[in-house]
C-alpha cells in the first residue's frame, strides 16, 4: 500500500505561481512513477503531467507544457508540481498518483494510488 497526501493547493491570482506538494508513505516510493491529474467542476479528471521513478523522464499535457514542472525528491518519499503563469481553467482539484511501473503512463485507470486532491483556485 502507498498512502499519498497532497498539500500546497490555494487561491491565486491569475499569473500567479504555486507549488504542489505530494507526500508518500508506505512501500518503496521510488518504485514507483508518479502523476499529477486534476478534475474541474462538472469535467473528467484529466492527466496533467507524470514522472519516472528515477525522474529522469517527465511528461506533460499540452494544456501544460512550459507553465508546469513535476520533480521528485526520492529522499523525502515527495513529488511536486510548480506552476506558473497561472490561467482561470487551471482551476481544479489537483490529484496525486503512483504508479508501479517503470514506464510513464497517462491513462488515469493505470494508476495503483491516489491521494485525495487539493483544491486550486485560479482567479481572473
Known amino acids: 500500500q502507498v498512502q499519498l497526501v497532497e498539500s500546497g493547493g490555494g487561491l491565486v491570482q491569475a499569473g500567479g505561481s504555486l507549488r504542489l506538494s505530494c507526500a508518500a508513505s508506505?512501500?518503496?516510493?521510488?518504485?514507483?512513477?508518479m502523476a499529477w491529474f486534476r478534475q474541474a467542476p462538472g469535467k473528467e479528471r484529466e492527466f496533467v503531467a507524470a514522472?519516472?521513478?528515477?525522474?529522469?523522464?517527465?511528461y506533460y499535457a499540452d494544456s501544460v507544457k512550459g507553465r508546469f514542472t513535476i520533480s521528485r525528491d526520492n529522499a523525502k518519499n515527495t513529488v511536486y508540481l510548480q506552476m506558473i503563469s497561472l490561467k482561470p481553467e487551471d482551476t481544479a482539484v489537483y490529484y496525486c498518483?503512483?504508479?508501479?511501473?517503470?514506464?510513464?503512463?497517462?491513462?488515469?485507470?493505470?494508476?495503483?494510488?491516489w491521494g485525495q486532491g487539493t483544491q486550486v483556485t485560479v482567479s481572473s
Open positions: 508506505g512501500r518503496t516510493f521510488s518504485s514507483y512513477a
Open positions: 498518483a503512483a504508479d508501479y511501473s517503470i514506464v510513464i503512463v497517462t491513462i488515469l485507470d493505470e494508476y495503483d494510488y
Open positions: 514522472i519516472t521513478w528515477s525522474g529522469s523522464d517527465t
